[in-house]
């Protein structure tokens, strides 16, 4: 449904080779771009690239729209760019111009060339965030789409985080699913990327990408389904080229889901606090704060596992911030129980407004927390990724090496695999999975207090860190106890796995 009365034009004057002062002025070419209505519905597929298309002729000075690869069933997966400072920026003063980098692509790539890494002098100052991972999820559709809406149409209102901070913004990272959502069945999670000789299809995103990937649920017909190997699916290969590219500018990522009604750091995959768990959960409150005083509404803040009551392995939150080291990262779980994954139309508008309330605030205090937090130093993460080597002997070692590129398109970066690689990543495979398999035979009646090491985190050790974090320590956040257990009452609603 598009809203007639904010349907605009876009104008642009075409020019040409021979054109010349004595020439007569070529006519201007009206390209008319319908705006699509993101406030009061929830817009199909077709109307969300529209709206992207839309903002990108509208605002060619500092909005640019990214094709970051297609998924099984064609669809383009997206990114906008929103760069205020830039040096072609006429609305800057030629002060500011000189000082700001370039925009976008070098020359003029078109729309599937990937944003353009900027060099020391203006890095880590990009905030990314995704939504639309879960096909059912739909009001983190609209939510992103309320991001864009309020950094371009309303960029007077937000001109102080656009002075500070580029944002790269997908709105809808699993198209097919979404579609098959609106379409066909509203409970759907998934992609929709058949697998061979099964009736089941699709995989979780969420639980896709190479970072204790092996620990996720492997049968087929689970809602949490991991995938064949880590970065099996075409949109989480997307999402990984353009991540690793831009990780040496990402301040702030920030994993759009619902309906939680909580924003969550590191670590899913464990119960383990990450080292800069202070700053993080400072970050999360303040986006929690700012909720509160806007209209009253109560987020929860603390760690995935925490809040979640349980480990999730393979999630894009712990690959950013544990293998690409982002200094920040963190999942907001939208509102709410009562409302479900798709609130009423009416609501689409007001949740898309104290979520930017609190979002802006985070990525103000993600630029207040960038000299605080060096993680160059941090030892790698153990055993982080999937490969694992098998020798001659029949013994097993884990490596940090990157697995090969899966087969099939889409995947311009990743290196071609040899049959003779193949052979090793299916034998690698199996062997990891009997692995699994014999651990999990092996599990006690009672739950374990700790995984397997080598595979597996470890626990959190009893003396950190602390229950709640003192009243001058960074906030009020509800965080880890020294049980694993969080100091709440009641515990995520049953549906929702982030
Ligand atoms: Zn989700």
């Not at 080292?275 to 986006?287: D, K, V």
């Amino acid at each position: 449904m598009l809203g007639t009365k904010s349907v605009r034009t876009i104008t642009k004057q075409t020019t040409t080779k021979s054109q010349s002062r004595d020439t007569p002025i070529t006519p201007l070419r009206r390209v008319i771009i319908p705006r699509p209505d993101i406030l009061h519905t929830y817009l199909e597929y077709k109307h969300i690239n529209q709206y992207m298309e839309y903002l990108s002729n509208r605002y060619p000075h500092f909005v640019h729209m990214y094709t970051l690869g297609h998924t099984h069933e064609k669809r383009e997966i997206r990114a906008l760019e929103i760069n205020w400072m830039n040096s072609q920026n006429v609305e800057l003063s030629t002060q500011m111009r000189e000082q700001s980098p370039p925009p976008f692509v070098a020359g003029n790539a078109g729309h599937d060339a990937l944003p353009v890494v900027h060099n020391a002098s203006h890095s880590r100052n990009t905030v990314f965030i995704e939504a639309g991972t879960h096909a059912r999820e739909w009001i983190s559709i609209s939510t992103a789409l309320n991001c864009i809406y309020q950094l371009t149409e309303r960029y007077t209102r937000n001109i102080d985080v656009l002075r500070k901070l580029r944002f790269i913004i997908v709105p809808l990272v699993n198209p097919d699913g979404y579609e098959y959502s609106r379409t066909k069945n509203p409970n759907w999670r998934k992609n929709r990327r058949t697998h061979k000789s099964t009736k089941f299809v699709g995989t979780d995103c969420n639980r896709n990408y190479d970072i204790f990937w092996a620990s996720g649920a492997g049968k087929i017909n689970r809602n949490t389904y991991k995938g064949d190997r880590p970065f099996s699916e075409l949109e989480t290969r997307a999402m990984r080229n353009i991540l690793d590219r831009l990780s040496p500018n990402l301040l702030f990522f920030l994993s759009l889901h619902s309906y939680g009604q909580s924003i969550m750091y590191p670590w899913g995959y464990c119960r383990d606090a990450p080292q800069y768990w202070r700053e993080l959960s400072s970050l999360a409150n303040s986006g929690r704060s700012a909720i509160k005083s806007y209209n009253g509404r109560e987020y929860r803040t603390g760690s995935i596992s925490c809040l979640t009551k349980r480990t999730i392995a393979g999630s894009v939150v712990d690959y950013v911030y544990g293998v690409l080291r982002v200094p920040m990262a963190l999942v907001m779980e939208l509102p709410s129980r009562e409302l479900g994954f798709q609130p009423p139309v009416e609501m689409i508008s007001q949740i898309g407004h104290e979520s930017w309330y609190g979002i802006r605030e985070m990525c103000k205090r993600s630029y207040d927390l960038r000299t605080q937090i060096n993680r160059d130093n941090e030892p790698p993460l153990q055993g982080a990724h999937y490969v694992l080597e098998v020798s001659n002997e029949g013994s097993m070692t884990t490596t940090n090496e990157k697995p090969p590129a899966p087969d099939g398109g889409g995947d311009a970066t990743g290196a071609k695999s040899t049959p003779k690689k193949k052979k090793r990543v299916k034998r690698t495979m199996r062997a990891q999975h009997e692995t699994i398999l014999r651990l999990q035979s092996s599990k006690p009646a009672t739950k374990p207090k700790s995984l397997p090491a080598g595979l597996f985190p470890r626990q959190i050790p009893n003396s950190a860190p602390p229950s709640r974090l003192g009243r001058g320590g960074g906030g009020d956040g509800l965080l880890l106890t020294t049980n694993g257990k969080p100091p709440i009452s009641s515990t995520m609603p049953l549906g929702v796995f982030l």
